[in-house]
């Protein structure tokens, strides 16, 4: 089952207005920043996908990615652990002034989450944010004399991942901490498009190697010279 | 009463990392919360094999790459660059945080901006205004076998960071055991602060007029003693 889609635009291209999308990627590492920018350029071209809903572990930073869609104007909200990163201007500024909405998820809590949904469990109990006003409202329970929140499943209609070596048939391996969320996203969505640096033919992997198998991949697309999140940030690129 | 003075006198963070450092257990494996919990692992002492975790999804990683020589793939949670030790091993988010909230850690070090006596942490943010932001603190309190922390004992305005009870909103519930400070170590242990060590210049009488709650002891207080040149 050959699942390459030869480019970026292509890849983006059905993802509707009002879609629910986990973007993969951890501060500068593993953000798919060519099909965020896909994402951008169809907005700016036909004004859709709008009122996008966006799962990460931050709110962008610098100009480029998901600061950058921020700032277009295309997301109504934002589930994430960390917006406040060092340059999160984008986000800081909409949020203030009334015009993104935020739902601020642990960061454990949220990887949970989004694996648990991959894996097909409804909720699950955790100990963290018990006691906390992020538990508001969330039932509790007690096991073994220990309080626990009870955290439900996220869902997603899309994913966009990030990997280092890919094949046509889905399998994924990845760059270092460039790992991060990617893998339990691509499990998550109703559908996941990923772009990787290498993309071979079924066998390239060694089957050993592979982190991500197949079956959790819909789309993928070689981005041969990936850009890199941190460092575009730190050359001031605006996008 | 001693002519102390505390904003002139208390230890810098740098004394309070090496006096954490000097606790962490050979064998050990430890996450060390972003910003100045970070500073503790240059203090390690010689001779120990001390395993470091960080959420993004690396364990065993080693100092910061010299300037110039970083490869931004491979980064700890406070977004820093870093090296691999022999050993180092990647994994996702979900494995990252089982090994957190399943007990696997030994120790954890935070910041905070409040402690209570009953164990309580305050660190994520201090009212309803701007931009609220949690990471994993909440997940990292719950997770290691010990909850650490390292603060100075008040605020710039002077205001005691130790309390009965947290005004700020809580990070967890009952998770502190031990907390250094700029002016002492402290156990929580009872719902009570426990004195353990003291900066010897301050006396008793000092120190628990800039602490908010009842410091107890429980034997011998010792005397806080850090290299001066650090």
Redesign the interface.
Known sequence: MDKTISTVAEAVAEIPDGAQVMIGG?????APIELIHALIDRFRATGSPKNITVIN?NAGNGYIGIAAMIKAGMVKKMIC??????N?EA??EK??AGEIE?E?????????R??ARGAGIPAFY?????????AEGKPTEEFDGK?YVRESWLKADYALIKGQMGDTVGNMT???????????MAMAATKTIAQVSELGAPGSIDPQQV?TPGIFVDAIVEVSEPQ????LVRTGVVY | MSDFNILEDQLSNAQIAWRAAQDIEDGSYVNLGIGFPEMIAKFQPEGRDVTYHT????LGFGKAPAEGEE?????N?G?KAITLNPGAS?????D??SM??GGHLDLAVLGAYQIAQNG?LANWRVGSK??????????LV??AKRVAVVTDHVTKKGQPKLVETCTF?????GCVTRVYTSLAVIDIEGGKFILREKLPQISMEELQAVTGATLHTDGDVLDLIVPQDL
Request: aromatic letters at 12%; proline letters at 6%.
């Open positions: 951890f501060g500068g590492s593993g572990n652990s960390f917006p406040r990163s060092s999160a986000f800081n949020f203030l935020l601020l998820v642990p960061q454990g809590t949220l990887a949970e989004i694996r955790t100990p963290t944010s018990f006691g906390t006003e992020l309080m990845y760059r270092m901490a460039g790992r991060n969320f990617n893998p339990l982190i890199q999140e941190e460092v | 959420e993004n999804g690396v490869d931004w793939d491979l980064i949670a977004k990647f994994f996702h988010h979900a990252s945080f957190v909230r309580d701007g931009v609220p932001a949690v990471g994993g603190a909440m997940d719950h997770g909103p809580l990070t967890g519930v």
